[in-house]
């Protein structure tokens, strides 16, 4: 007759140790069936053990220790891609009490961009690499640990994390690598500490980190309402060619806000088809960047960089992309954006190609 466990499969019963019914091979000596019997008295000490904590702190009510979730943890750390974001037009359309704008931008987002690891490990770390990593030197408080603090606090955890940010993208430069990064730390740690969490749920913690992070967290082309935490998805996008300049001169994005002048600008309409690069040009061209007369008060170069831009072959739209002072210029495909990229000064940053891929599954 099987000797069933409780919940558990039921198991035969042997002539072998008598506390699991482990059933040795005819081969085992007594000793080893002895220690077998110990190792399982043991077991079954630790077991029961357990179990009376467990009742003890569900009498008292006590939640479980705070310890990472249990799902899916990496062996190795998986690159998380944080790709620039670009405003292909961006119109402020008021301002609320608090002092911050409400805006309407298309965002959409470039192949090139920044890139998140991380690593188990008992504290929470950070390590900044790449080109652009001297520009955040001196940061007191990076968004990337921001991020991670934001999401142990929501998930009620005391976790660590060893992690890395490669920083390729010119820092304050209207192309939201701070943003990128966050949302691209809250991803990682997602799955690092198996907390889980639906894009939805992220998007609700990215937005408590700045106006730009939600759009981040799915890295997607996307309509950017309210302060940028009202997002739409978009009609289906042609193929084209993005370039990103930088006059390498950063430009604070709160500067830039106050020396805006002017009336408040009316939403934009946006068209059922949009059927190639040139169309995206032309529909995007009158809709502009209201913070574009603001920056070039600010930075003159930026004007200069617009200028460069629209001069090289194939050029079908040239601006200036969220507060400066990155501008962007629309091409027919990825290889004229690469090509306008080689031509132009050295001295700038320049990136040529096309998107990104989503960094998340759509929000439905
Ligand atoms: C302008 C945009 C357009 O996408 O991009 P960037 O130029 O930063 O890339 C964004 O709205 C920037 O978002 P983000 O950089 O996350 O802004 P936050 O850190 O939240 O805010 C920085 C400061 O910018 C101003 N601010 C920002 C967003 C907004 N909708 N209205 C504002 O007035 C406020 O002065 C605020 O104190
Ligand atoms: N990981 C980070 N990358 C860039 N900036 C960061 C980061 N963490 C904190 N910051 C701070 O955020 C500010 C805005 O940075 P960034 O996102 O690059 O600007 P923008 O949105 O204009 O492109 C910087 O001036 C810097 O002080």
Request: proline share 9%.
């Amino acid at each position: 007759m099987p000797t069933g466990r409780r919940g558990g499969k039921a198991r035969p019963a042997s002539s072998g140790c008598a506390h699991c019914a482990r059933s040795p091979r005819p081969a085992i000596s007594r000793a080893s069936r002895r220690s077998c019997a110990t190792d399982c008295r043991r077991r079954q000490r630790q077991r029961r053990a357990a179990r009376t904590k467990r009742r003890r702190r569900d009498e008292r009510g006590a939640p479980p220790p705070a310890t990472p979730g249990k799902g899916l943890r990496p062996l190795q750390p998986r690159p998380e891609a944080a790709p620039a974001k670009v405003n292909l037009y961006l119109r402020v359309t008021g301002r609320r009490a608090d002092g911050y704008h409400m805006l309407d931008s298309l965002a959409v987002f470039a192949a090139a961009g920044d890139v998140i690891e991380a690593m188990p490990a008992d504290a929470l770390s950070l390590s900044v690499t790449g080109p652009e990593a001297g520009a955040l030197a001196d940061e007191p408080d990076n968004l990337v640990l921001r991020a991670a603090r934001a999401l142990a606090d929501h998930a009620g955890l005391r976790a660590g994390a060893a992690l890395t940010l490669q920083k390729n993208l010119p820092v304050a430069s209207g192309i939201g690598g701070g943003s990128a990064d966050a949302a691209a730390a809250l991803r990682a740690l997602n799955v690092l500490w198996g907390t889980a969490l639906d894009t939805a749920a992220l998007r609700g913690i990215a937005a408590r980190l700045g106006a730009d992070v939600p759009v981040c967290v799915e890295s997607r082309a996307t309509r950017m309402q309210g302060i940028g935490e009202i997002l739409s998805a978009v009609l289906p996008l042609p193929r084209f060619g993005l370039l990103l300049v930088n006059p390498r001169i950063a430009l604070p994005t709160p500067a830039v806000f106050k020396a805006r002048r002017g009336d408040f600008s009316p939403p934009a309409e946006l068209p059922d088809r949009i059927a190639d690069a040139a169309a995206l040009a032309d529909w995007l061209r009158p809709l502009g960047n209201d913070l574009q007369t603001a920056a070039i008060g600010l930075c003159p170069a930026v004007a200069e960089v617009i200028a460069a831009i629209a001069a090289q072959p194939g050029c079908l739209l040239a601006r200036m992309s969220g507060s400066g002072a990155t501008c962007f210029g629309i091409f027919p495909d990825e290889s004229a954006a690469e090509s306008a990229a080689r031509a132009l000064p050295p001295a700038w940053w320049r990136q040529g190609g096309g998107l990104a891929a989503p960094t998340a599954p759509a929000t439905p």
